[in-house]
């Protein structure tokens, strides 16, 4: 087990009506002044924002607010935030919404103090910032794990040329994450077998790894897996389960608070071959997922079969072939396209609408030229290419 | 799933080489006075206690000892610590050793800012502190769990009758936990099988619940179970085995945080039937708990054979008797059973050197006359007697 820090002061308010009282979560923290950040539609139609304008105000919080987060989340409406959050002098960032708009809100917390360009220092130039507002969250989509993470993922046009990069620091830790499983279930079916996908490739990107002998995180991880592939059945068979709404929204917590991937190397490199998809074809992140994590689990199973049928046996539930256990493993990577056919998710190009022409466009939009990709098998161009490739013939 | 806040502000800082980095995570808090509690014989003699004192003298500390903390852990020496570290008006507590140490530290911190006798408030009157000074730990024995809790349990004989009572307070939450596997590899195997024993314990009392749909809450406690199961005979058979080590000492962590219980109701009974053995017969606390748990279990089976059936399959690894599933659950005590008696611990009355003819000691130390015990089955005197006269007989 290699050594490691982990630190995740985020206080979780979970369960139905918990959004409700939000003003006085904020309020315990002694803010006055709220710079709120959330998507479109949704959230206004259902009256969530009008709600938690009304707590803010029953607390006697000033607050301004900057709609209009969309997902794959833009730099220029970071850059909105900045300015706004700047101009009402605010002591507080609040997301309410799914992983788009806490990211776009953990960007802003930090680009607020900063003085340069907040995109260009710290996702490009890759500075770590030194000082960012606090934040919290009111989720209400379960998928990105970003209510519990340290991470932000921003997208942002420059030269042309479309980068979607991620961020990682203690100043993307929410203070709080208000959990309200109620609000989840007007997600659309799709959505919400996107995020479970999301979720687990969360878990996976951890799961595959060299480091040796930490047992403990194996099994969290087989954990989360088995909980969420047991529970998304659940919740698209009756939208308005609590219980399996619930269960799901917590998973998608425990999927990328790092508790999953304490005490090893991680990989990474599933996600970043999809960001060029989803940067791309503005297709939804847990789609490109569902094609590219068995694609990447087929290109490097011969790395470590044992790991591999480790994870066909105890999360995928295969009988172990201890004559051939590449079998077993194998067994697995087509057991989980299966389940993620089975919750309505593209498991190929085609069905996810990418096109293999573009193959050449995605390598150069990832930069392989520059940097290798993953770390449970470092990828060169060559590799993701192949990658690729399997993501765009696996149903032939 | 029940509504829950969930809350562990603690810095972990997790590997070998950790302790001698004690001095850097107290001044990174700004703090400059410290009160160091620490037990006895080993921590001194290995030259821990002069490490931590070098270390946090090289970050310019001043700091102030208490050491002599004993196993059950007892109020006389809290009262010292209180006193000791307001003489010296120390602004953080520093724990170095196993669960006694840290939570004798515990009660000191909210006991210096506390007017009034904090046993007499907080553990008898059930006061909830409204203040306490920060604390933090260095990790030598993997067991209670203290390091990243929010209960302190200490002991205080009143009256000439020996209270063991806990206190859960947010102000018991350390600021940081130091954890170095290589610390414990010195410890004697039947320390090391009490601590894990006791992990187990912190489990299953969540694990048992009426509280239905938390498939998330219930695959962490099982992840964290067969975690220990499988490590502890690695541990046992080879002390010095870093990985076995560390992956214990994070599992003794994750069992007591609370993750294994949010979204529940938890049981508790089991340690507390157990605390009266500890404080009658000044036995380890983990030895009291392998003898009474499995007692508890043959008493509460009825109440869901199913619950014991899936902990039986899940956790302790038996076939699934479809036809009759109560064969399944009462094998998965046999084989709990089993597996104490071969990490070296006592499983009846017997073993530990407990007496039969103690019961009504023991019921009367519990004060069941007054108030019932657990939540999974609700236990009056009759029931507890039942329970212990099991542990008594069960060898027979």
Redesign the interface.
Known sequence: ??????????????????SARVGERVAALGKKSVLLVYGGGSAVRSGLIDSVEKSLESFGIAYVAVGGVQPNPRAALVYTCIEKGRDANVDFVLAVGGGSVIDTAKAAAVGIPHEGDFFEDFYIKGMQPTAGLPHGCVLTIPAAGSEGSNSAVIQKEVDGKVIKQGLSSQFNVPRFAVMD?TLTMTLPDYQTACGATDMMAHVMERYFTNT?????????C???L??II??VPRVLEDPHN???R??LM??GT?AHNN?CG??REQDWATHHLEHQLSALYDCAHGAGLAVMFPAWMEYTLNHNVMRFAQFAHRVMGVEMDFADPVNTAREGIVRLRHFFKSIGMPVSFKELGAREEDIPALLNLLGIDKHSEGHFVVLGRDDCEKIYRIAAHCDD
Chains 1, 2 share one sequence.
């Open positions: 087990m290699d050594n490691f820090e982990f630190y995740r002061p985020t206080q979780y308010f979970f369960g139905q009506g918990e499983p040796t002998d930490v047992s403990i995180t194996d099994r969290i087989e954990a989360v088995l909980s047991e529970t609590y219980g399996a619930a269960n917590w998973a425990l508790l304490v005490g």
